[in-house]
């Protein structure tokens, strides 16, 4: 099976930061894209940000400027810094892999447990 754990969500004033982690473990063979994505009560959840295993990155229009992805393919992590964040950031953020478990096996997609984020005004 693969885990993806997530790490570093919080509260934090408007105009502040903060830095998630996600790093996924267990039966890897291969990890594609990574990402992050989103769901605020009520809302749909919507993609963050995303980043292939060669580092191309892929942002919502919404956090274009702000956020940056990155990951390292050592540690199967990917990050999301967050910076200049808004009351409308808030929403449980989720980690997405697209991991390939064995060399003989298919592609799953696999989700982390969420990691609330909240910005006050």
């Known amino acids: 099976q693969v885990q993806l754990v997530e790490s570093g969500g919080g509260l934090v004033q408007a105009g502040g930061s903060l830095r998630l982690s996600c790093a996924a473990s267990g039966s890897i063979w291969s990890i594609n894209a990574m990402g992050w994505y989103r769901q605020a009560p009520g809302k749909q959840r919507e993609l963050v940000a995303n980043?292939?295993?060669?580092?191309?990155?892929n942002y919502a229009d919404s956090v274009k400027g702000r956020f940056t992805i990155s990951r390292d393919n050592a540690k199967n992590t990917v990050y999301l810094q967050m910076n200049s964040l808004k009351p409308e950031d808030t929403a449980v953020y989720y980690c997405n892999a697209e991991v390939q478990p064995y060399f003989y096996s298919g592609w799953n997609g696999y989700w982390g447990q969420g990691t609330q984020v909240t910005v006050s005004s």
């Open positions: 980043i292939t295993r060669g580092g191309t990155t």
